[in-house]
Protein backbone atom coordinates (compact mmCIF):
# COMPACT_ATOMS: atom_id res chain seq x y z
CA UNK A 1 0.00 0.00 0.00
CA UNK A 2 1.33 3.68 -0.71
CA UNK A 3 0.72 6.55 1.29
CA UNK A 4 0.69 10.36 1.10
CA UNK A 5 1.03 12.35 4.20
CA UNK A 6 1.88 15.61 5.18
CA UNK A 7 3.80 15.66 8.17
CA UNK A 8 3.81 18.80 10.25
CA UNK A 9 6.21 19.21 13.59
CA UNK A 10 6.82 22.28 16.08
CA UNK A 11 9.55 21.92 18.63
CA UNK A 12 9.83 23.33 21.97
CA UNK A 13 13.00 25.69 20.37
CA UNK A 14 9.79 27.24 18.62
CA UNK A 15 11.98 27.83 16.25
CA UNK A 16 8.89 27.13 12.95
CA UNK A 17 6.47 24.89 11.72
CA UNK A 18 8.27 21.95 10.00
CA UNK A 19 6.21 20.30 6.95
CA UNK A 20 7.41 17.38 5.26
CA UNK A 21 5.43 15.94 1.99
CA UNK A 22 6.16 12.02 2.82
CA UNK A 23 5.40 9.16 1.03
CA UNK A 24 5.82 5.86 2.26
CA UNK A 25 5.08 2.72 0.65
CA UNK A 26 4.70 -0.93 2.13
CA UNK A 27 5.71 -4.31 0.60
CA UNK A 28 5.07 -7.66 2.51
CA UNK A 29 6.49 -6.32 5.93
CA UNK A 30 9.07 -3.45 4.78
CA UNK A 31 8.34 -0.09 4.90
CA UNK A 32 10.17 2.33 2.63
CA UNK A 33 9.82 6.35 2.58
CA UNK A 34 10.80 9.08 0.27
CA UNK A 35 10.92 13.37 1.56
CA UNK A 36 10.26 14.52 -2.46
CA UNK A 37 9.25 18.46 -0.65
CA UNK A 38 9.66 19.61 2.63
CA UNK A 39 9.60 23.07 4.31
CA UNK A 40 10.10 24.96 7.62
CA UNK A 41 7.96 28.16 8.60
CA UNK A 42 9.80 30.54 10.70
CA UNK A 43 8.28 32.21 13.38
CA UNK A 44 7.92 35.65 14.13
CA UNK A 45 8.42 36.88 17.34
CA UNK A 46 4.50 37.81 18.15
CA UNK A 47 3.35 34.43 17.88
CA UNK A 48 6.35 33.26 19.65
CA UNK A 49 5.23 34.92 22.31
CA UNK A 50 1.92 34.35 22.03
CA UNK A 51 2.79 30.79 22.37
CA UNK A 52 4.96 30.97 25.22
CA UNK A 53 2.24 33.38 26.97
CA UNK A 54 0.33 30.28 26.86
CA UNK A 55 2.36 28.63 29.83
CA UNK A 56 0.89 31.15 32.44
CA UNK A 57 -2.05 32.43 30.95
CA UNK A 58 -5.71 31.98 31.75
CA UNK A 59 -7.48 28.63 30.79
CA UNK A 60 -9.68 31.30 28.53
CA UNK A 61 -6.42 32.05 26.38
CA UNK A 62 -5.08 28.72 26.39
CA UNK A 63 -8.15 27.77 24.36
CA UNK A 64 -8.20 30.12 22.25
CA UNK A 65 -4.53 29.58 21.19
CA UNK A 66 -5.74 26.34 20.82
CA UNK A 67 -7.89 27.32 18.31
CA UNK A 68 -5.63 29.94 16.68
CA UNK A 69 -2.78 27.86 16.22
CA UNK A 70 -4.42 24.99 15.01
CA UNK A 71 -5.95 28.02 12.42
CA UNK A 72 -2.56 28.68 11.76
CA UNK A 73 -1.19 25.80 11.05
CA UNK A 74 -4.00 24.67 8.88
CA UNK A 75 -3.16 27.66 6.63
CA UNK A 76 0.12 27.29 5.95
CA UNK A 77 -0.36 23.30 5.35
CA UNK A 78 -3.04 24.48 2.60
CA UNK A 79 -0.68 26.84 0.80
CA UNK A 80 2.01 24.99 0.87
CA UNK A 81 -0.14 21.80 -0.41
CA UNK A 82 -1.53 24.50 -3.19
CA UNK A 83 1.89 26.00 -3.87
CA UNK A 84 3.85 22.57 -4.34
CA UNK A 85 0.27 21.40 -6.17
CA UNK A 86 0.26 18.15 -4.02
CA UNK A 87 -2.69 15.70 -3.10
CA UNK A 88 -2.00 14.04 0.23
CA UNK A 89 -4.15 11.56 2.18
CA UNK A 90 -4.19 13.11 5.52
CA UNK A 91 -1.94 15.46 7.56
CA UNK A 92 -0.33 14.16 10.75
CA UNK A 93 0.16 17.19 13.54
CA UNK A 94 2.59 16.98 16.37
CA UNK A 95 0.92 20.30 17.55
CA UNK A 96 2.96 22.49 20.66
CA UNK A 97 3.59 21.39 23.91
CA UNK A 98 2.63 23.94 26.21
CA UNK A 99 2.52 21.61 29.27
CA UNK A 100 3.90 18.15 30.19
CA UNK A 101 3.59 16.46 33.01
CA UNK A 102 2.95 12.78 32.77
CA UNK A 103 4.56 12.22 36.37
CA UNK A 104 1.02 14.43 36.91
CA UNK A 105 -0.79 12.57 34.65
CA UNK A 106 -1.44 15.24 31.60
CA UNK A 107 0.06 16.54 28.56
CA UNK A 108 -0.87 19.22 26.22
CA UNK A 109 -0.51 20.25 23.27
CA UNK A 110 -2.01 23.02 20.88
CA UNK A 111 -3.08 23.60 17.42
CA UNK A 112 -6.53 22.17 17.33
CA UNK A 113 -6.99 19.45 14.98
CA UNK A 114 -10.67 20.42 13.96
CA UNK A 115 -9.47 23.80 13.04
CA UNK A 116 -6.69 22.52 10.83
CA UNK A 117 -8.86 20.19 9.35
CA UNK A 118 -11.15 23.09 8.51
CA UNK A 119 -8.49 25.25 7.11
CA UNK A 120 -6.53 22.92 5.54
CA UNK A 121 -9.44 21.04 4.09
CA UNK A 122 -8.03 17.89 4.85
CA UNK A 123 -8.16 14.65 7.48
CA UNK A 124 -6.04 15.55 10.35
CA UNK A 125 -4.34 13.12 12.88
CA UNK A 126 -3.17 14.31 15.82
CA UNK A 127 -2.81 14.31 19.91
CA UNK A 128 -0.53 11.38 19.75
CA UNK A 129 0.59 11.83 23.30
CA UNK A 130 -2.99 11.34 25.22
CA UNK A 131 -3.79 8.16 25.14
CA UNK A 132 0.07 7.17 26.42
CA UNK A 133 -0.07 9.16 29.05
CA UNK A 134 -3.25 8.15 30.19
CA UNK A 135 -2.11 4.71 30.20
CA UNK A 136 0.80 5.63 32.62
CA UNK A 137 3.04 6.42 30.48
CA UNK A 138 5.74 9.29 29.86
CA UNK A 139 3.50 10.15 26.74
CA UNK A 140 7.16 10.88 25.04
CA UNK A 141 9.38 10.02 23.19
CA UNK A 142 7.42 8.75 20.09
CA UNK A 143 9.59 9.19 17.18
CA UNK A 144 11.39 5.47 18.08
CA UNK A 145 8.62 3.32 16.51
CA UNK A 146 9.62 5.58 13.56
CA UNK A 147 13.57 5.03 14.06
CA UNK A 148 13.00 1.00 14.70
CA UNK A 149 11.35 0.83 11.44
CA UNK A 150 12.63 3.64 9.10
CA UNK A 151 15.71 3.75 10.13
CA UNK A 152 16.76 -0.12 10.98
CA UNK A 153 20.38 0.01 9.64
CA UNK A 154 21.43 2.18 12.51
CA UNK A 155 22.57 0.81 15.95
CA UNK A 156 21.16 4.16 17.73
CA UNK A 157 19.53 7.36 16.58
CA UNK A 158 19.92 10.80 18.48
CA UNK A 159 18.29 13.31 17.59
CA UNK A 160 19.55 17.03 19.35
CA UNK A 161 16.38 19.25 19.11
CA UNK A 162 15.18 21.61 21.97
CA UNK A 163 16.03 18.19 24.44
CA UNK A 164 18.26 14.97 23.17
CA UNK A 165 16.96 12.00 22.72
CA UNK A 166 18.20 8.47 21.82
CA UNK A 167 16.51 5.19 20.76
CA UNK A 168 18.45 1.79 20.48
CA UNK A 169 17.08 -2.17 20.59
CA UNK A 170 17.48 -3.72 23.32
CA UNK A 171 16.96 -7.10 23.87
CA UNK A 172 14.00 -7.32 21.04
CA UNK A 173 12.80 -4.27 22.65
CA UNK A 174 12.99 -0.75 21.68
CA UNK A 175 14.42 1.39 24.55
CA UNK A 176 14.13 5.50 24.00
CA UNK A 177 14.64 8.27 26.42
CA UNK A 178 15.52 11.75 27.23
CA UNK A 179 19.38 12.28 27.54
CA UNK A 180 19.74 15.79 28.29
CA UNK A 181 18.16 19.79 27.27
CA UNK A 182 19.65 21.27 24.05
CA UNK A 183 18.68 23.97 21.94
CA UNK A 184 16.54 24.71 24.41
CA UNK A 185 18.95 26.11 26.98
CA UNK A 186 21.69 26.79 23.76
CA UNK A 187 18.93 29.31 22.10
CA UNK A 188 18.31 30.76 26.07
CA UNK A 189 21.51 31.92 26.29
CA UNK A 190 22.68 32.71 22.78
CA UNK A 191 19.67 35.35 23.47
CA UNK A 192 21.95 37.21 25.53
CA UNK A 193 24.51 37.76 23.10
CA UNK A 194 21.60 39.23 20.93
CA UNK A 195 21.17 36.09 18.54
CA UNK A 196 18.29 33.44 18.30
CA UNK A 197 21.11 30.69 18.59
CA UNK A 198 24.46 30.09 18.42
CA UNK A 199 25.40 29.24 14.74
CA UNK A 200 27.78 26.44 14.47
CA UNK A 201 28.93 26.80 17.88
CA UNK A 202 30.67 29.83 17.17
CA UNK A 203 30.16 31.34 20.53
CA UNK A 204 30.56 28.85 22.75
CA UNK A 205 33.63 28.16 20.69
CA UNK A 206 34.92 31.58 21.48
CA UNK A 207 33.88 30.90 25.26
CA UNK A 208 35.76 29.20 28.25
CA UNK A 209 34.98 25.90 30.18
CA UNK A 210 33.77 26.46 34.04
CA UNK A 211 34.98 23.60 35.75
CA UNK A 212 33.01 24.37 38.68
CA UNK A 213 29.47 25.07 36.67
CA UNK A 214 30.59 21.82 34.74
CA UNK A 215 30.74 19.79 37.77
CA UNK A 216 26.81 21.11 39.34
CA UNK A 217 25.57 20.31 35.83
CA UNK A 218 26.82 16.60 35.62
CA UNK A 219 25.56 15.99 39.18
CA UNK A 220 22.01 16.64 38.63
CA UNK A 221 20.20 13.74 39.62
CA UNK A 222 17.85 12.97 36.41
CA UNK A 223 21.16 11.90 34.76
CA UNK A 224 22.31 9.45 37.66
CA UNK A 225 18.91 7.85 37.45
CA UNK A 226 18.75 3.89 35.88
CA UNK A 227 15.86 4.41 34.41
CA UNK A 228 16.06 7.48 32.37
CA UNK A 229 12.07 9.33 31.24
CA UNK A 230 11.51 11.70 29.20
CA UNK A 231 12.19 15.66 30.51
CA UNK A 232 10.05 18.53 29.75
CA UNK A 233 10.28 21.85 29.70
CA UNK A 234 9.51 22.49 33.33
CA UNK A 235 12.37 20.41 34.30
CA UNK A 236 14.59 22.92 32.56
CA UNK A 237 12.74 25.71 34.31
CA UNK A 238 13.23 24.70 37.67
CA UNK A 239 16.83 23.02 37.71
CA UNK A 240 18.46 24.46 34.33
CA UNK A 241 17.84 28.13 34.45
CA UNK A 242 18.21 28.67 38.21
CA UNK A 243 21.80 27.60 37.58
CA UNK A 244 22.40 29.35 34.56
CA UNK A 245 21.02 32.33 35.69
CA UNK A 246 22.78 32.70 39.02
CA UNK A 247 26.36 32.05 37.49
CA UNK A 248 28.54 35.26 37.14
CA UNK A 249 30.00 33.63 33.96
CA UNK A 250 29.61 35.86 30.79
CA UNK A 251 27.24 34.08 28.07
CA UNK A 252 29.98 32.57 25.67
CA UNK A 253 31.71 30.54 28.76
CA UNK A 254 28.00 29.38 30.10
CA UNK A 255 27.66 28.49 26.82
CA UNK A 256 30.82 26.73 25.99
CA UNK A 257 30.61 25.03 29.45
CA UNK A 258 26.42 24.21 28.58
CA UNK A 259 28.25 22.46 25.47
CA UNK A 260 30.55 20.76 27.22
CA UNK A 261 27.70 19.49 29.84
CA UNK A 262 25.79 18.08 27.08
CA UNK A 263 28.41 16.42 24.96
CA UNK A 264 29.20 14.28 27.92
CA UNK A 265 25.75 13.55 28.83
CA UNK A 266 25.14 12.14 25.42
CA UNK A 267 28.49 10.76 24.39
CA UNK A 268 27.70 7.55 27.30
CA UNK A 269 24.48 6.86 25.19
CA UNK A 270 25.24 6.49 22.24
CA UNK A 271 26.00 3.11 20.90
CA UNK A 272 27.27 1.45 17.22
CA UNK A 273 26.53 3.22 14.30
CA UNK A 274 24.68 6.08 15.38
CA UNK A 275 22.08 8.65 13.23
CA UNK A 276 22.63 12.26 14.12
CA UNK A 277 19.31 14.28 13.73
CA UNK A 278 17.93 17.47 14.64
CA UNK A 279 19.01 21.14 14.52
CA UNK A 280 21.79 20.71 17.17
CA UNK A 281 23.10 18.09 14.18
CA UNK A 282 24.39 22.19 12.37
CA UNK A 283 26.53 23.07 15.86
CA UNK A 284 29.85 22.10 14.37
CA UNK A 285 31.22 22.91 17.62
CA UNK A 286 28.85 20.28 19.27
CA UNK A 287 29.40 17.71 17.55
CA UNK A 288 33.25 18.04 17.33
CA UNK A 289 33.43 17.92 21.57
CA UNK A 290 31.22 14.46 21.43
CA UNK A 291 32.96 13.09 18.64
CA UNK A 292 35.87 13.60 21.08
CA UNK A 293 34.16 11.36 23.72
CA UNK A 294 33.57 8.63 21.56
CA UNK A 295 35.00 5.98 18.99
CA UNK A 296 31.55 4.94 18.08
CA UNK A 297 30.55 6.02 14.42
CA UNK A 298 28.46 9.28 14.17
CA UNK A 299 26.53 9.65 10.80
CA UNK A 300 25.39 12.85 9.85
CA UNK A 301 22.55 12.10 7.05
CA UNK A 302 21.50 14.96 4.78
CA UNK A 303 20.06 17.76 5.01
CA UNK A 304 16.00 17.08 4.44
CA UNK A 305 16.69 14.27 7.30
CA UNK A 306 18.33 16.18 9.54
CA UNK A 307 15.72 19.09 9.47
CA UNK A 308 12.42 17.16 8.83
CA UNK A 309 13.26 13.82 10.69
CA UNK A 310 10.84 14.22 13.50
CA UNK A 311 7.73 15.35 10.54
CA UNK A 312 8.75 12.37 8.98
CA UNK A 313 8.03 9.93 11.66
CA UNK A 314 4.66 11.94 12.80
CA UNK A 315 3.80 11.20 9.44
CA UNK A 316 4.72 8.09 9.98
CA UNK A 317 2.49 7.29 12.95
CA UNK A 318 -0.32 8.80 11.24
CA UNK A 319 -0.18 6.05 8.62
CA UNK A 320 -0.34 3.84 11.76
CA UNK A 321 -2.72 5.28 13.46
CA UNK A 322 -4.93 5.14 10.37
CA UNK A 323 -4.03 1.45 10.04
CA UNK A 324 -4.92 0.98 13.28
CA UNK A 325 -1.89 -0.17 14.31
CA UNK A 326 0.50 0.10 17.27
CA UNK A 327 2.41 3.32 16.75
CA UNK A 328 3.37 3.77 20.89
CA UNK A 329 5.60 1.71 22.35
CA UNK A 330 5.20 0.68 26.19
CA UNK A 331 8.64 -0.40 26.15
CA UNK A 332 9.99 3.58 25.57
CA UNK A 333 7.17 4.93 27.42
CA UNK A 334 6.97 2.64 30.33
CA UNK A 335 3.03 3.03 29.91
CA UNK A 336 0.84 -0.08 30.76
CA UNK A 337 0.30 -1.51 26.98
CA UNK A 338 1.57 -0.43 23.52
CA UNK A 339 -1.28 1.61 22.24
CA UNK A 340 -2.47 2.97 18.77
CA UNK A 341 -2.40 7.06 19.93
CA UNK A 342 -3.63 9.87 18.08
CA UNK A 343 -7.61 11.34 17.21
CA UNK A 344 -8.46 11.66 13.98
CA UNK A 345 -10.37 14.93 12.38
CA UNK A 346 -11.90 13.96 9.15
CA UNK A 347 -12.74 15.92 6.23
CA UNK A 348 -15.52 15.56 3.96
CA UNK A 349 -15.27 17.43 0.30
Aim: aromatic letters at 12%; one cysteine or more; hydrophobic letters at 40%.
Amino acid sequence: MFYRVLGMMSGTSLDGLDLAYCEFEIKGTTWSYTIPVAKMISYNNELREKIIACENAPAEYLSYMDFYLGKYFGKEAYKFLCEENLQVDFIASHGQTIFHQPSKGYTTQIGNISSLCAEAKQTVVGDFRALDVALGGQGAPLVPLGDRILFKEYSSCLNLGGFSNISFEMEDKRIAYDICPVNMVINYLANFGGMIFDDKGSMARQGKINIELLNTLNSLPYYAKDEKKSLGKEWVKSQIFPILENSPLNYKDLLATYTEHISMQMAKHIKGKCLLSGGGAYNDFLVERLREKTETEIIIPDKKTIDFKEALIFAFLGVKRVRKEINCLASVTRAKQDSCSGNIAYWKN
